[in-house]
């Protein structure tokens, strides 16, 4: 299968929100009207529909991944949409590569690692950004680790700003991944949207770290925070220069419908990266490793897109 720009792609970074999902985060206090002003300053989504009992969720995403020619997601899942991602992946075999929540705070935080290593997922989503009390590099995390170097699984970290109001950025810098990686050698640490804002410390850690990936998912509208200008031709390229094009996973962060699979995030970080192929920076291989082979690598996941 090819994707709309004409090359294979599976998408690393994605996420499965459900009904059960909305209702949750209205509980813990968020309101529609403030998560929808944020939404509308700070992404490309100008509406969102709220997903309800109605909704087929699963086959809402397989019929956008069959639209673009996009052969299979990788999706962070919620408490709340666990059960109901499990029955999507036997529904749709070879089309998700799931990718827990955890928060390490949870006293059965490394059974839930267990389980998911069980059923079929391939890595764990952590949200330092969103904790309290609680740092990366902290003892108490470092069960959750030993469980997904147990089962193989990926650690996905969301550092950086976010589009969460409550989160607290003192928990934002990548730098802290520095220790837990040097620990846990064996494990494979990725930092998703090019470490949002801490582009400079991730760029640091793939000299320190050989074993801290990225992803490119989102539009990477962070840049417009930065006080210096970067473009993501400039981004790819740095990326590349520092770690090389295999920790280089791309990614959309597409979450919400009626926008749903966002193919302006592909072509955009296609053109960058089309770009420099022809300043000789990156190959034709280099490509299908960033937007195909490398998530694949890393987890043994087979697409049937």
Known sequence: MLSRVGIKVVDAHSHYFTADTMRSWLSRGRTLESFSNRTKSRTDMTSIELPDENWDTAQRWVDELDKYGVE???????????????ATMKRFPGRFIGYTNINPSDPDA??????????????IKLYPSSWRGVK????????????????DLLVFLHFGITIGGQADLR???????????????????????????????VLLMQYQADNVY??????????????????????????????GSHKVLFGTDST????????????????????????????????????YGNILELTGFKPSG
């Not at 839930?112 to 997922?121: M, T």
């Not at 590099?137 to 089962?151: I, S």
């Not at 998703?192 to 804002?197: E, Q, T």
């Not at 000789?280 to 937007?291: K, R």
Request: aromatic share 14%.
């Open 72 to 86: 299979a997601m990788g999706v962070m899942v919620g408490t709340e949409a666990y059960d109901e991602f499990l």
């Open 110 to 123: 490394a059974e839930k690692v267990r389980k998911a290593a069980k059923d079929g997922f391939k890595g």
């Open 136 to 151: 990366v590099y902290d003892e108490a995390v470092y069960p959750v680790y030993e469980e997904c170097l147990r089962h």
């Open 171 to 201: 928990n934002g810098n990548p730098i802290d991944i520095q220790v837990p990686s040097r620990d846990f050698p064996g494990l494979r640490f990725i930092i998703a949207h090019f470490g949002a804002g801490w582009f400079r410390e």
């Open 214 to 243: 990225m992803d490119s998912s989102g539009s990477n509208s962070w840049m417009r925070y930065m006080p210096y200008d970067l473009d993501l031709k400039q981004i790819f390229r740095k990326a590349v220069q520092a770690g």
């Open 256 to 291: 919400f419908f009626p926008r749903g699979w966002r193919l302006n995030v592909l072509e955009a970080q296609y053109s960058a990266c089309r770009e420099l192929v022809a300043d000789g920076v990156l190959t034709d291989e280099d490509i299908h490793s960033i937007f």
